[in-house]
T-cell receptor, first 112, second 116 residues
Framework: AQSVAQPEDQVNVAEGNPLTVKCTYS??????LFWYVQYPNRGLQFLLK??????LVKGSYGFEAEFNKSQTSFHLKKPSALVSDSALYFC??????????FGAGTRLTVKP | NAGVTQTPKFQVLKTGQSMTLQCAQD?????MSWYRQDPGMGLRLIHY???????DQGEVPNGYNVSRSTTEDFPLRLLSAAPSQTSVYFC???????????????FGPGTRLTVL
């Protein structure tokens, strides 16, 4: 089935350290991949996307993601985590023109 | 711009009752969608629309109806509420990338629905 997987329910990092939130995908053809963030009691906010072009995509709030076709991955990264980055992160893939599939989410906690 | 708005914010229903969740957007987006969010399952697509008069089913459409009479509005109807429909519901809208499909989505604040 076409989908995305987020293998970690929870990621904990110390403030100032680099962070990685993992995502792998399974889709036929060229993938359209997205990362969204959700703060408590809020809707999702767009962070970045990969459609085509450079494998390293830069997005909002200093986040970036690397598309790796051979490993079918699209991991979210940030060089230096902030406490305010603590939130729920979702990876998503477009499986047909208008059908979006989201991962189960990864809760990121950044400790001071 | 208000973006994507949803009403109500909270709702409690009894089993068997019907109701409509409202969604509106003021960005002139062709694409609109409804998701439900359940713990540990992420967001699952219920229905979507690519323009006025055009709707289609997503991953979990059973028990829900939609219609799209205008570009701005995309209501979600629960025909006969069941406890399994207790969830947080999000509406989203998107421009379409060169007519080839949904792109970056903008989400509403959500409706928390409890069915007793």
């Amino acid at each position: 089935a076409q989908s995305v997987a987020q293998p970690e329910d929870q990621v904990n990092v110390a403030e100032g350290n680099p962070l990685t939130v993992k995502c792998t995908y399974s889709v036929s053809g060229n993938p359209y991949l997205f990362w969204y963030v959700q703060y408590p009691n809020r809707g999702l906010q767009f962070l970045l996307k990969y459609i085509t072009g450079d494998n390293l995509v830069k997005g909002s709030y200093g986040f970036e993601a690397e598309f790796n076709k051979s490993q079918t991955s699209f991991h979210l990264k940030k060089p230096s985590a902030l406490v305010s980055d603590s939130a729920l992160y979702f990876c998503a893939v477009r499986v047909r023109n208008n059908d979006m599939r989201f991962g189960a989410g990864t809760r990121l906690t950044v400790k001071p | 711009n208000a973006g994507v708005t949803q009403t109500p914010k909270f709702q409690v229903l009894k089993t068997g009752q019907s109701m409509t969740l409202q969604c509106a957007q003021d960005m002139n987006h062709e694409y609109m969608s409804w998701y439900r969010q359940d713990p540990g399952m992420g967001l699952r697509l219920i229905h979507y629309s690519v323009g006025a008069g055009i709707t289609d089913q997503g991953e979990v459409p059973n028990g829900y109806n939609v219609s799209r009479s205008t570009t701005e509005d995309f209501p979600l109807r629960l025909l006969s509420a069941a406890p399994s429909q207790t969830s947080v519901y999000f509406c989203a809208s998107s421009y379409t990338s060169g007519g080839s499909g949904a792109d970056t989505q903008y989400f509403g604040p959500g409706t928390r629905l409890t069915v007793l």
